[in-house]
């Protein structure tokens, strides 16, 4: 396990490599000078001289290069122009909030996407699996956006039972910040949950026809014991492979339900460094995003290993 | 005492096309002790009959349309599926054809082991795991109580094969169903798992249904014999008098297509011809239209199994004047 | 089960490979009904000069918040505009941006794909670096892309383009490795054939089955993808009617006008739903490896 582990983490290397470079070459690909760009059209020839000094941008661009990974080792992304303070404590404070929110959308996901799965999969073509299916193909056909908009129409506007927006720190208190997460974490979840209830359902007709199933009904374990263990372990295999493309698209929907629900998170700070030409924040961020969602996939394929007895001894 | 009965069973599918009788009125009995061989090509009806008597069909599409399945004085078609749990395992239990998918990838090899006992008996763990070990030293896996906690993956096929009878016999069946349990596995393997199932005959005394397509496998093993073709049972005799003088001509023609250990597939190249779809099979005699002695009276009535000489029955209209030289 | 009855086996007469797939795709129902619901958008989307009587654009004060009813199909929103007008030129938007960026995959996609997937050398570089594209996550990138290259409904096709065309490629890769060890390829190979030669009649026929499929789910999303971008404000500008644009101008007046955000809410699903079906209907009949039911 331990072996897998650091062989994910090897190979890990030059994706985030190449992922820093792409981050880094974003800010050089802006159409005409830069400098001026992030500037605004406002400025003052003398400000965008300033500006281009204070990000480097006066430099040959390997030397800017050679600064900015001289700066990763360090730990230092940058400054935001936007808050004033280094892009690695902007990040800090704001990631939390989005892993938060992210979390508690993956419980729903896999509460919702799992269960329906099974149930739909057991009761292969009847009503129930029709229904689920049906569900799921609503789940994945919905934007999260619309959804949480019917949501903040119906639950707050109309009954007036969960707030439309904003934001109540767990640590502050707990009941405020359920209250203030789950109509967001459950419209990020819904697609999801829906590509998941397929992947499940699809997965455990696998299983159930396994010749496995049969001996273990053959040993006569009773049917609960054959499908909660001997069909379930072997069906959340493919399901576990899955778990970090759903967390990436939650992270990614994370940004929409945030500027939707005004959530102080990750990806409501993005929106607004792209909004507001703040690159140095957007190139930091996005970096630090996406190593989070690496190292999420590298625990995913570790999870897997754990599971899979076969991949554990290779 | 007959340890199973089996009377005029016959299982129906639900298909696109209608319900279709995968096995017609089979019937046969088995003494404690006794090894019967099924024989038949695939497609025959040999596993559904199998699967009927352990309940294993989903139901639907399956279903038992007529008959009985007597073991220890109960009928196994008249029980719930939970009752039919505690028949399975210490009553019947089964072993099958492919080892290499039989046991589940993800669980130890002794944890499927004890679970298998634990279903059955309370016993603490400790006794669970001694049984197991026990159990794998009995199928000849060496230094068992090491591999106890091996994954399926880490074993041969027919290191596999040991352990699905290990299984298979932990909770001291009286009868057990092995349905092609050499076919996937290499020859010299296959001779020491038809042997390792004779000794644990003599040791523990279970009766044995050994399904194959293989003569050779039924000549090394089995006590009587029974040949299934296309859903029904066609001929039924002891061992030697199959091969001695066997009365139905599908028979005649299995015996003469080379049968041996060596032979793995199913191919009946002495026999014009295939095996009908359980849907498309034709009226009257089912073998009729590959029978080389077909009559016009083959084709208008199915011939039932009738006793012909002792302890021998066929189902033939033309058997007798065939046989007599 | 070796041995349950399987009621096949029924003579199949000779039929062309091509109307046989037709055949069965139009009596896929999922297919059909997806078909349908797509086949609707696109139509309104490319009738809109002829089915809109008012410019999206034009603003009518004394008009502001009707309700839709018989003098206005959809309402009108709190600029006093056609609604009806605005969610069509919307939906012809949404079909140029998901058709342009489908058109983009099919070509780099299968060019990047089928490169890495034929000439080993390049497979390595290739793959590494549609690796790192694909470990952002999606909408970021795109956001990120449109936020340096400048909001415009180009530089959307272009954001999606490059967060998607990693994705399709890896899929074509995947097709043209197994082909390409396949024994009547290797024929052609001993045969001389060249590589062109090779890839254009010997592979890639061969591995657009599975593309066709992605790409019509690579439509949902970019339809999706792109109506997310409007909505953030970071997608094409507004006043240019996208559905995004619609349903973001319409946060602000849920409680008075709420059709604002539901009308175009209910389009994109309808437009999402349609190609979800037509993408699960194409796998089933031409790639039943990855089916999902049954």
Redesign the interface.
């Known amino acids: 396990m331990a072996g897998v582990a650091f062989r994910r983490l090897l190979s890990a290397i030059?994706?985030?490599l190449?992922?820093s470079?792409?981050s880094f070459g974003?800010?050089r690909?802006?159409?005409g000078d830069p400098a001026a760009a992030i500037a605004g059209i406002a400025a003052t020839p003398a400000q965008i001289e300033q500006l281009r000094r204070d990000l480097g941008l006066d430099q040959p661009v390997w030397m800017q290069l050679l600064h900015y990974y001289e700066g990763l080792l360090r730990g230092d992304l940058g400054r935001s122009l936007l808050l004033g303070k280094g892009v690695f404590a902007a990040t800090m404070e704001r990631l939390p909030v989005t892993i938060g929110l992210s979390l508690y959308a993956l419980v729903f996901t896999l509460l919702i996407g799992i269960a329906s799965g099974i149930v739909a999969a057991l009761r292969?073509n009847s009503w129930i699996d029709q229904a689920a299916?049906m569900f799921a193909?609503?789940g994945?056909?919905?934007?999260n956006?619309?959804l949480g908009?019917?949501m903040?129409?119906l639950f707050a506007?109309h009954l007036g039972w969960l707030p439309s927006g904003g934001y109540v720190p767990f640590s502050e208190d707990p009941f405020g910040w359920l209250a203030s997460t789950t109509m967001p974490a459950f419209s990020l979840a819904l697609l999801q949950a829906g590509l998941l209830a397929?992947?499940t359902?699809?997965s455990m007709?696998e299983v159930l026809r396994?010749?496995?199933i049969?001996?273990?009904?053959?040993?006569?374990?009773?049917?609960r014991?054959v499908i909660l263990?001997?069909a379930l372990?072997?069906a959340l295999?493919p399901i576990v492979t899955v778990v970090g493309i759903i967390v990436?698209?939650l992270?990614?929907?994370a940004?929409?339900t945030e500027?939707?629900f005004s959530i102080p998170g990750m990806?409501q700070l993005?929106?607004q460094a792209?909004?507001n030409?703040d690159?140095p924040m957007?190139q930091g961020g996005?970096l630090l995003?996406?190593t989070f969602?690496?190292l999420v996939n590298i625990t995913v394929d570790v999870l897997y290993a754990v599971?899979?007895?076969?991949v554990r001894?290779e | 005492m007959k340890l199973l009965e089996v009377r005029d069973l016959t299982t129906a599918f639900m298909t696109g096309r209608g319900e279709v009788n995968a096995i017609e009125e089979v019937s046969f009995s088995l003494e404690e002790g006794q090894i019967l061989g099924i024989v038949g090509e695939s497609g025959s009806g040999k596993s559904v009959t199998a699967l009927t008597v352990m309940g294993l069909l989903p139901r639907p599409p399956a279903r038992i349309a007529a008959g009985q399945v007597l073991f220890g004085g109960r009928d196994l078609t008249k029980l719930s599926e939970r009752e039919m749990q505690a028949v399975r395992g210490p009553g019947i239990s089964m072993i099958f054809q492919e080892p290499m998918t039989s046991l589940n990838p993800v669980f130890s090899i002794g944890d499927q082991i004890m679970e298998t006992i634990a279903a059955h008996e309370r016993l603490p763990q400790a006794e669970l795991r001694r049984r197991a070990i026990a159990m794998l030293d009995k199928v000849g896996i060496p230094s068992a109580a090491r591999r106890l906690d091996d994954y399926p993956h880490q074993m041969s096929g027919g290191q596999r094969q040991r352990v699905m009878i290990a299984m298979a016999l932990a909770c001291n069946p009286k009868l057990l169903i092995a349905d092609e349990p050499t076919t996937a596995l290499d020859v010299t393997i296959q001779a020491q798992i038809l042997d390792l199932l004779m000794d644990l005959r003599d040791e523990f005394g279970m009766g044995i249904v050994i399904i194959t397509h293989n003569m050779g496998v039924i000549a090394e093993t089995a006590d009587r014999v029974m040949v299934m073709y296309a859903g029904r049972v066609i001929e039924e005799a002891p061992v030697a008098t199959i091969f001695d003088r066997p009365l139905h001509p599908y028979t005649r023609g299995l015996l003469e297509c080379v049968p041996s250990l060596t032979e793995d597939r199913a191919r009946l190249v002495a026999i014009p011809g295939t095996l009908p779809e359980p849907a498309r099979r034709p009226p009257g005699c089912r073998f009729a239209p590959r029978c080389l002695h077909a009559e016009p009276a083959c084709g208008t009535a199915i011939p039932l199994l009738e006793t012909l000489e002792p302890a021998h029955s066929a189902a033939c209209f033309r058997a007798r004047e065939l046989a007599s030289p | 089960m070796s041995d349950v009855a399987d009621a096949e086996g029924i003579a199949l007469k000779r039929e062309h490979p091509a109307r046989a797939t037709l055949r069965r795709l139009f009596r896929h129902r999922l297919f059909v009904t997806g078909l349908f619901l797509f086949a609707i958008v696109a139509g309104i989307g490319i009738a809109a000069p002829w089915i809109t009587t008012v410019d999206p654009q034009r603003l009518s004060m004394r008009n502001k918040f009707l309700p839709p009813g018989e003098a206005w199909v959809f309402g009108t929103d709190n600029f006093g505009r056609s609604l009806w007008a605005r969610v069509v030129w919307g939906a012809q938007l949404s079909m140029i941006i998901g058709a342009s960026v489908v058109a983009l995959n099919a070509v780099f996609g299968t060019l990047i794909g089928a490169a890495a997937g034929y000439f080993r050398k390049l497979d390595n570089a290739l793959m590494r670096v549609n690796d790192a594209l694909m470990a952002f996550p999606a909408i970021l990138l795109a956001i990120a892309v449109t936020s340096v290259l400048g909001p415009s409904t180009l530089n959307v096709i272009l954001a999606l383009s490059i967060v998607y065309i990693p994705r399709t490629a890896r899929i074509v890769r995947s097709s043209v490795i197994v082909l390409r060890e396949m024994e009547y390829v290797q024929a052609a190979v001993a045969a001389g054939a060249g590589h062109w030669r090779i890839l254009r009649h010997h592979i890639l026929p061969n591995a657009m089955a599975p593309m066709i499929v992605q790409l019509s789910f690579l439509f949902a999303y970019a339809v999706l993808s792109e109506a997310t971008l409007s909505f953030l404000g970071v997608g094409a500008v507004p006043p240019t009617p996208t559905w995004g644009n619609i349903m973001a101008e319409g946060r602000d007046f849920m409680r008075e006008a709420p059709w604002i955000i539901t009308i175009p809410g209910v389009a994109l699903m309808i437009t999402v739903m349609g190609l979800n079906l037509l993408g699960d209907g194409l796998r089933d009949v031409l790639d039943p490896r990855l089916r999902i039911q049954q």
């Open positions: 030059p994706v985030l190449i992922v470079l792409i974003l800010m690909l802006i159409p292969q299916m193909m609503i994945i056909s919905v934007p956006f619309f908009l019917l903040i129409i506007v397929r992947i359902r699809s007709l396994q010749d496995y049969r001996t273990a009904r053959a040993k006569g374990l009773p049917g014991r263990k001997h372990a072997n295999i990436s698209l992270l990614s929907g940004v929409v500027a939707l990806g993005l929106t792209v909004l030409r690159y957007v996005l995003v996406t969602l690496v599971l899979d007895p076969r001894y």
